[in-house]
């Protein structure tokens, strides 16, 4: 084996090491996430909220795509990436308040 290929397989288990960290990074934020979102879902099913606020996704994926074109990263797939967990967030809420007697999905007539 050479010193370039031996150089390279350190440097890719360098680069791993990082990405594992950060994959465990991602899913300690994601959980916190989750735990704040499952509270406000409580708090909209106790006062008869509706699971989704379009007005405030709006905004959110403003901001968010403006941060990842600071950050050089692809603002659609900022976009899509905080649809996705806006979707499974709705989704939960929309089970709160099933569970809670107040569920009208969103988007129904109530
Ligand atoms: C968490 C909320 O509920 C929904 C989920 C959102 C989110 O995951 O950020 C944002 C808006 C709502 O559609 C909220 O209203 O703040």
Known sequence: MSDKT???????LELRASIDNIDAALVHMLAERFRCTKAVGHLKAVHDLPPA???REERQI????RLADDANLDPDFAEKFLNFI???V????EAIAEEHGTGAKTGEKA
């Open 6 to 12: 031996d150089q390279a397989k350190a440097k890719l």
């Open 53 to 55: 606020d379009p007005a």
């Open 62 to 65: 403003a901001r968010l795509r």
């Open 86 to 88: 806006i979707r499974e």
């Open 90 to 93: 709705i989704r939960h809420h």
